[in-house]
């Protein structure tokens, strides 16, 4: 008798997951998420085979309708291009997708998870948030290596790791909606920089022109400064393209609860795309991914390799001697590094 508790052979798992099987993908999945070497070798498998899906990222406070718009954009693409599979990757822990929704939610999810060709993942929330953005991207590779053509990823626009998590998307779009203070919230957080798409949600309710108006300022004021792309560690990107010819973040006004205003948001999309096919600024692009990707990886790598030297009781002696203030963190880290 074969053992169902015992780990499938990660190549065999990587074999059934791009073919199509289902369970093998959920499975797969899992696995990469817990880390590890079992997650390296299947991403090294899968590696070769991702490049072909178009991601999107959607991000931006909670509420203003990320949920509702990522199952329209699914919804509208299967109804639209039923060729085109979908994959959805949750992060936001309150998303419909993580079982944090009202009824309503649920039910107009019911909608998509009867369409075999959608894919519905929602990461955990456990575990850093570092930890969190490597495995999201993670997913995002294995659903692109599985063959779905269109990736939508759903994030809290809240902290770095959850914009470098947008950041690896083709097409990031920041959602906000009238009346939250939300434009004040999202220069916080920074997250208007990473926007090339935004959207309005609610159009429905008051205030949808001040919020407009409120952004198209904003865009203004970002790009009359020479807007810097990414402050990476491991590399600086910035716009290649003449001023006059870079992309404008375009705002489109949604009803997504009401599927309306869904055929401009996936023409700009569209647009978007072809934009990136055509500018240095797309291939800029991907280099600055491979840079966040590698970043991550060597981070983690290099934290692994310290631990196989160090043991955790060792690490945690450290630590107590910082909180003691008998060392300095700085002076602790070389130490440890040495
Ligand atoms: N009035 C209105 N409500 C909406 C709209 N889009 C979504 N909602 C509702 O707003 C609430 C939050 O939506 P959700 O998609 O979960 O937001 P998220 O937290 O950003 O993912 C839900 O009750 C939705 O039904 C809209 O365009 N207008
Ligand atoms: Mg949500």
Do not use: C
Not at 36 to 47: D, M, N, P, R
Not at 291 to 317: C, D, K
Request: hydrophobic share 40%.
């Amino acid at each position: 008798m074969v053992n169902s508790k015992l780990p499938d052979a990660i190549p065999a798992l990587v074999d059934r997951a791009v073919q199509g099987d289902r369970r093998a993908l959920s499975r797969l999945i899992s696995r990469v998420e817990e880390g590890g070497s079992a997650a390296w070798s299947a991403l090294s498998l899968i590696y070769p085979r991702t490049g072909q899906a178009q991601i999107i990222g959607v991000t931006g406070a909670p509420g203003t309708g990320k949920s509702t718009l990522v199952s329209e954009i699914a919804k509208y693409t299967r109804r639209h291009h039923p060729e085109i599979t979908v994959g959805i990757v949750a992060v936001d822990p309150t998303s419909p997708f993580s079982g944090g929704a009202v009824l309503g939610d649920r039910i107009r999810m019911r909608d998509l998870s009867g369409d075999a060709g959608v894919f519905i993942r929602s990461m955990a929330t456990r575990g850093s948030l570092g930890g969190l953005a490597r495995a999201t991207t993670d997913v995002v590779k294995i659903l692109d290596a599985a063959g779905f053509q269109l990736v939508l990823i759903e994030t809290v626009g809240a902290g770095q790791s959850e914009i470098d998590i947008a950041r690896t998307a083709d097409t990031v779009i920041v959602v906000e909606a009238p009346g939250l203070g939300d434009e004040v919230q999202a220069i916080k957080a920074g997250i208007l920089e990473i926007a090339d798409i935004l959207v309005v949600n609610k159009a429905d309710r008051d205030g949808v022109q001040s919020t407009v108006n409120a952004l198209h300022t904003m865009i203004d004021l970002g790009k009359s400064s020479s807007t810097i792309l990414h402050h990476g560690r491991l590399m600086t990107v910035q716009p290649t393209s003449p001023r006059e010819e870079r992309w404008r973040p375009p705002i489109v006004k949604t009803i997504a609860s009401e599927s309306k205003g869904l055929e401009e948001l996936m023409e700009a999309i569209a647009h978007h795309r072809a934009y990136l096919g055509e500018h240095p600024d797309g291939q800029q692009r991907g280099r600055m991914r491979a840079a966040l990707e590698l970043e991550t990886i060597l981070r983690e790598a290099l934290f692994n390799r310290l631990l196989q030297t160090t043991s955790m009781a060792q690490l945690e002696l450290v630590v107590d001697r910082i909180a003691a203030r008998e060392i300095d963190p700085y002076s602790a880290a070389e130490q440890l590094l040495a």
